[in-house]
């Protein structure tokens, strides 16, 4: 029963992450295609499409790391698994995971430092927003990339004795 409603859950994160990323890519193209389309036809544009662009890619990057890792398609360096035997690759690929983890949890730290002394200065973002609003996302993202790290360790180990939870 509790393992039923967390993979629902698990699988509404997942469809939200998805969601959000398909929105923000989808809002990435229409308004690059439109202020593409004003500069080359009417030599005009909007002004604050450029840096809205940079904003939404900065968005749409974190939020595909995300779906990434949550899949283990992310971007690998990996030299010794083909060497290693069944055992010592899961942990070798546990000792990377806490690796990755801590290296994400650092960024996501500083990040939100960062975060907070935007918030403190009143930094305005298109002299409208907070530009913390637009910048949430790297601590955010980041903190997720982290505990889904932290989360594979045990899957990994525990996925090597057949207990699977």
Known sequence: MILARLQRLRRLILLLEDAIMALMLSAMILL???QILLRNLFDSG???ADPTLRLMVLWVTLLGAIA???EQRHIRIDLLSRFLGP???ILAQAVTDLFTALICGLISWHAARFVYFEWQD???LFNLLPAW???VIIPIGFAVLTLRF???????LLDERG???
């Open 32 to 34: 690059a295609t439109t």
């Open 46 to 48: 909007i002004i604050w």
């Open 68 to 70: 990434a890792s949550r």
């Open 87 to 89: 055992r010592l690759k």
């Open 122 to 124: 009143g930094t305005q």
């Open 133 to 135: 609003l637009g910048e």
């Open 150 to 156: 932290l989360f594979n360790i045990p899957l990994r």
């Open 163 to 165: 207990d699977r939870c």
